[in-house]
């Protein structure tokens, strides 16, 4: 069993900067891929990046490439999103999820376990 829970998010202006977190429990963590996803109001929950398990790949959305960043410590058992240049479509609710099955997806359904979530806000 892994618990997730998500920290960082918060309010910032367009173009600022933010670093989500995502630490675990659980001794299995650093052998699973781990993957980023958001959830706006009144859509649907969207895959954002993902980080295989050793962190050796990663992969993004097309809107956030270039701007945002996926990493790992396993040693602290934390995945990090560093988030730049950030635009107002960026607001929601971000997740992060873990995959037992090293899966590399880019789908919801893939992710066996997730953080509760943090809210991120960019105003204009």
């Known amino acids: 069993q892994v618990q997730l829970v998500e920290s960082g998010g918060g309010l910032v202006q367009a173009g600022g900067s933010l670093r989500l977190s995502c630490a675990a429990s659980g001794r299995t963590f650093s052998t699973y891929a781990v993957g980023w996803f958001r959830q706006a109001p009144g859509w649907e929950r969207e895959f954002v990046a993902a980080?295989?398990?050793?962190?050796?790949?990663?992969y993004y959305r097309d809107s956030v490439r270039g701007r945002f960043t996926i990493s790992r410590d396993n040693l602290k058992n934390t995945v990090y999103l560093r988030m730049n240049s950030l635009k107002p479509e960026d607001t929601a609710v971000y997740y992060c999820a873990a995959d037992p099955l090293n899966g590399e997806s880019r789908q919801v359904s893939a992710y066996k376990y997730w953080g509760q979530g943090t809210e991120v806000t960019v105003s204009s």
């Open positions: 980080i295989t398990y050793s962190g050796g790949i990663t």
